[in-house]
Each structure stands twice: as structure tokens, then as C-alpha cells.
């Protein structure tokens, strides 16, 4: 799993949110293929743990929810994303890199 360290604040990042209108898009990510929704602030009701950067995803805070296309794990394998996490989680360094 690749750990995060920094945040990615560089410039305009990918705002899922705005490209996929909440409708499921699928991303590639580990090796395997991922439907990604956006959530909402509105429908951010509680805090989740971002895999990206191990911090919380406070309630409130609009986010991406990704789950595995192939269907293993179904819904129980959600995970809940900074939106920005998941649009950098391909140029995260796999790990050792403290910024
Ligand atoms: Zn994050």
C-alpha cells in the first residue's frame, strides 16, 4: 500500500466532483479496477480515514468513495478518499519518501 505523506496542493487537481457529477466512473488503482463516486458535502455525514494520507475526512468534507469494479468485497471494501488523495494516488511515491 502506498503511504502518504504529503498532500498534493499543486495547482488545480482533478475535481472529481465536478467530472463525474456523482455518477460511477472506473479508475485503475493497485492493480486492479475501481468504481469511483463523489460524495457530496452534504452527504459526508461522517469522518472516515483516508488510505492516501492516513489523516481523517472530516464530516462535511466533500470526497471520493472508490469500491472494487470486479465486485469482491462489494460494498464492505469501500474506502473513502480526500478527493485529491485518489487523484494523486498514481504519483504517490509506493514509500520512504517524507515529502
Ligand atoms: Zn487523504
Known amino acids: 500500500m502506498p503511504r502518504a505523506n504529503r498532500r498534493r496542493d499543486d495547482g488545480a ?10 455518477i460511477p466512473q472506473r479508475a485503475r488503482y493497485a492493480g486492479g479496477e475501481w ?16 488510505p492516501g494520507c492516513q489523516q481523517d475526512i472530516s464530516v ?7 469500491w472494487p469494479a470486479d465486485g469482491l468485497g ?5 474506502r473513502h ?15 520512504g519518501s517524507f515529502r
Open 60 to 66: 462535511g468534507v466533500p470526497h471520493v468513495v472508490v
Open 81 to 95: 478518499w480526500h478527493t485529491q488523495c485518489w487523484s494523486a494516488r498514481e504519483r504517490r511515491r509506493p514509500q
Open 13 to 22: 487537481p482533478l475535481d472529481l466532483a465536478r467530472v463525474t457529477g456523482g
Open 74 to 78: 462489494g460494498v464492505d471494501n469501500r
Open 35 to 50: 468504481f469511483v463516486r463523489s460524495v457530496t458535502g452534504a452527504g459526508a455525514q461522517r469522518a472516515y480515514l483516508c
